[in-house]
């Protein structure tokens, strides 16, 4: 089993940054592909953005060029950097694990919200 602990969202201006993160528990971290997933309201639940164990990245055309995911496997967490946040960036975002067995864990869910 595997926690993820998700914290960074919050309430944000249009064109404002955040930066979520996402603590995982054990030790077996750098085996995990991570990625970041969201839902808004009456939506289904997207991937925003993923990230190897290896470090490859791969991004939701919407989120493209403001937003990075990175990890830090000494830490045990991956990040999420968001800039230039839209209104449609609101939603709940939800840190996601796979082992290499095909087993899948989520975070609680972090509310990002983007209003003036």
């Known amino acids: 089993q595997v926690q993820l602990v998700e914290s960074g969202g919050g309430l944000v201006q249009p064109g404002g940054s955040l930066r979520l993160s996402c603590v995982a528990s054990g030790s077996m971290f750098r085996f995990y592909d991570m990625a970041w997933y969201r839902q808004a309201p009456e939506k289904q639940r997207e991937l925003v953005a993923g990230?190897?164990?290896?470090?490859?990245?791969k991004y939701v055309d919407s989120v493209k060029g403001r937003f990075t995911i990175s990890r830090d496997n000494v830490k045990n967490t991956v990040y999420l950097q968001m800039n230039s946040l839209k209104p449609e960036d609101t939603a709940v975002y939800y840190c996601n694990a796979e082992s290499t067995y095909g087993s899948r864990y989520w975070g609680q869910g972090s509310q990002v919200t983007v209003s003036s």
């Open positions: 990230i190897s164990r290896g470090g490859s990245t």
